[in-house]
């Protein structure tokens, strides 16, 4: 069951780059990001997603890597 739900969450990841990739080789609109500190030159929608997406990536993974590291106790195996 654990290499089903391995092999499922790999082929999601890989939908989602070829998602990514199609969307960017299709989509040649661009736009400025212009945040309070922050103003990006024109850049294409795709990009601005995908870094968007990685930043979300990296900020989560690091805060559960913060969070793991205040644990107390062990988890508890699931019952698959």
């Known amino acids: 069951m654990r290499l089903l739900k391995r092999l499922a969450a ?18 040649p609109d661009t736009v400025t990001v212009d945040l309070v500190w922050l103003k990006v030159p024109e850049t294409s929608l795709s990009v601005v997603l995908f870094v968007t997406f990685f930043i979300g990536v990296i900020t989560g993974n690091t805060m559960f890597f913060i969070a793991s590291l205040f644990r107390t106790t062990r988890p508890q195996p699931l019952n698959d």
């Open 10 to 27: 790999l082929i999601w990841a890989g939908a989602l780059l070829v998602i990514g990739c199609v969307l960017y080789l299709v989509n």
